[in-house]
């Protein structure tokens, strides 16, 4: 599992990689970001810090599920990396071995495209803006991927003009630096909030599918995806509440 988190106040940020016991991997990347003089721990290094800051771990049963041991045998059958099996693109129902997958990540076929990735960005009442992601990373992902989550300024970013977390093939919002691409375009171009993430969807993906939501430091709220669907809510402190999964 691996995460990340970004204060926009100063821009500083903490992220996490490699982790197998540690139950809340986005609260351990806010105690690297305001415990350690460091910005990115991983692997046993981050659990090492892990112990040292007594967060709640829990043994590596805790987090598999058999629906998730069930598919990890079909993605190993069909050789395939999969995203998440629960939402079917039309016209494509299964992942399993033998059926051609009509999408591609890096050039190569994988299943079907439905990330897990949970984000989160949020703006206060003096416009300071801060961004989390977390993840579990893609299904029979080669051993040692890392993935655009714990990456500042790919999966997440924050500023004192806004706050980005991004979900979706990790290879292309990498290639795209997606979270830092959507600041950059209100910051140099002088784009909305809104303009900044339909043109970084459209022009910084290439191939690549993802989805990104984000706020700006005037408590704008935006989202913008080229994929399927991508689950998303939005609540206000005057009591507004907006959740949604389509277009």
């Not at 991997?25 to 460091?38: G, N, T």
């Not at 206060?124 to 990373?137: E, H, I, R, V």
């Not at 809510?233 to 509440?241: Q, V």
Request: glycine share 14%; charged share 20%; net charge negative.
């Amino acid at each position: 599992m691996e995460a990340s988190i970004m204060d926009g106040n100063g821009r500083r940020c903490g992220a996490v990689s490699g982790l197998t016991t540690v139950k809340n991997p986005v609260s351990l990347a806010r105690l690297v970001m305001d415990k350690s003089p460091h910005s990115y721990l991983a692997f046993s290094g981050a659990e090492d810090f892990a112990e040292q800051m007594g967060v709640e771990r829990e043994e590596n049963d805790y987090f598999i599920t058999e629906d998730n041991v069930g598919m990890l045998k079909v993605a190993k059958e069909a050789n395939s990396i999969v995203f998440d099996y629960r939402i079917p693109i039309s016209g494509y129902e299964s992942c399993g071995a033998g059926v051609e997958s009509p999408i591609r990540m890096n050039g190569l076929p994988i299943s079907v495209y439905a990330p897990e990735t949970v984000g989160c960005v949020v703006v206060d009442s003096q416009g300071n803006c801060a961004a989390a992601t977390s993840t579990g990373g893609l299904m029979n992902k080669r051993t040692g991927r890392i993935g655009d989550s714990p990456l500042i300024g790919a999966g997440t970013y924050a500023c004192n003009v806004c706050g980005v977390s991004c979900t979706g093939e990790g290879e292309a919002i990498i290639r795209g630096t997606l979270a830092r691409e959507v600041a950059a375009v209100m910051e140099y171009k002088g784009l909305g909030l809104q303009e900044a993430v339909d043109y970084v969807i459209n022009e910084r993906l290439d191939d690549g599918k993802a989805g990104l939501i984000a706020v700006s430091n005037t408590g704008e709220v935006a989202y913008g995806f080229n994929c399927v669907g991508m689950f998303r809510g939005c609540a206000t402190e005057d009591g507004f509440m907006e959740v949604g999964i389509w277009e």
